[in-house]
């Protein structure tokens, strides 16, 4: 319109605005004049773009179950890095409420276990085992502290343990009665037969000095004499369950390598044991340097 005048153009400008008005009054009029003609006229143009917009539809439509699915992946991906945390800190509680079931029934079993005769008592943690081919002893988390001594016994709710050999400030040493150098005073239950319980480092101790070979049989129990003055009497020790040329053996009545924790009582004998002497370094004199200057002549 480059060609127009400038009047031209202000006059078409000018016209263009009605006739637009009397387009858009006369389609209104004819579409309520005559709605079926109306109809066919919108379908006809609908049935025209109608593939139009369907081919421009099917990209947007793919696009979009792309991203639907690179959101699903998103989500599934992260659903798992929180199932697999979650898991690893349940398993975590798991393996913290196994311990903490297992310690309550070691705790429980001890409760059987409260002597009546007994001065007092701590209850003490295994925290080291020292089982080997040439010791039975375990550490514990009690010591002087606790008020323990050398020579308390060390029981379970199943029976005895063995002694305290060593006593530190915070911690204590338990000879096992399995020890070799384990020597305990001991009666058959139903036949009141005496004889003394020695370790050899094995699982199951011998009964020595006993009377007749006939003095026992399978299945006796053994309990502690109180002779000696280490032990008082009645405390379960085991079960005869082997009788052999050496002399018959005892299944004792604590399984010594499952002890977690046990119960250090007094009774009020380890006083009457000889304390250990304690050991001094022994000063050397010096000689004189007239006596060096001798010795050198």
């Known amino acids: 319109m480059n060609w127009l005048s400038p009047q031209a153009r202000a006059a078409i400008q000018r ?3 009605p006739i637009l008005v ?3 009054a006369a389609v209104v009029v004819l579409g309520k004049a005559d709605q079926l003609l109306f109809d066919s006229m919108r379908t006809a143009v609908t049935d025209a773009v109608a593939p139009i917009l369907d081919a421009f539809s099917r990209p947007l439509a793919a696009a979009g179950s792309v991203i639907d699915n690179v959101q699903m992946l998103v989500n599934t991906y992260q659903e798992n890095a929180r199932l697999e945390t979650e898991n690893a800190r349940l398993l975590q509680w798991q393996q913290t409420a196994l311990n903490l079931s297992a310690d309550n029934q070691k705790l429980r079993s001890l409760l059987k276990a409260v002597p009546e ?3 007092s008592y701590v209850t003490a943690r295994v925290i080291a085992n020292s089982g080997g081919a040439y010791v039975r002893t375990v550490l514990i988390d009690a010591g002087a502290e606790d008020r323990v001594a050398r020579g308390q016994a060390a029981i379970t709710g199943e029976g005895l343990v063995g002694r305290l050999t060593e006593v530190g400030n915070r911690a204590a040493r338990v000879l096992l009665i399995t020890d070799l150098n384990s020597r305990i005073p001991v009666t058959i239950e139903n036949s009141h037969v005496n004889a003394v319980l020695a370790g050899d480092n094995s699982e199951r101790p011998r009964l020595l000095y006993l009377p007749s070979p006939d003095a026992v049989k399978i299945g006796d129990r ?6 000696g003055g280490i032990f008082p009497p009645g405390l379960p020790v085991g079960v005869v369950s082997a009788i052999d040329a050496g002399g018959p053996r005892i299944e004792p009545y604590v399984e010594l390598s499952q002890v977690g924790y046990l119960l250090v009582v007094d009774y009020g004998l380890s006083r009457s044991l000889p304390q250990p002497v304690p050991v001094t370094a022994k000063t050397s004199k010096r000689k004189a340097p007239a006596e060096d200057d001798a010795a050198t002549r």
């Open 15 to 17: 016209t263009m605005l």
């Open 22 to 24: 009397l387009l858009s």
């Open 117 to 119: 005769n007994s001065v």
């Open 222 to 227: 053994v309990v502690t004499s109180g002779e």
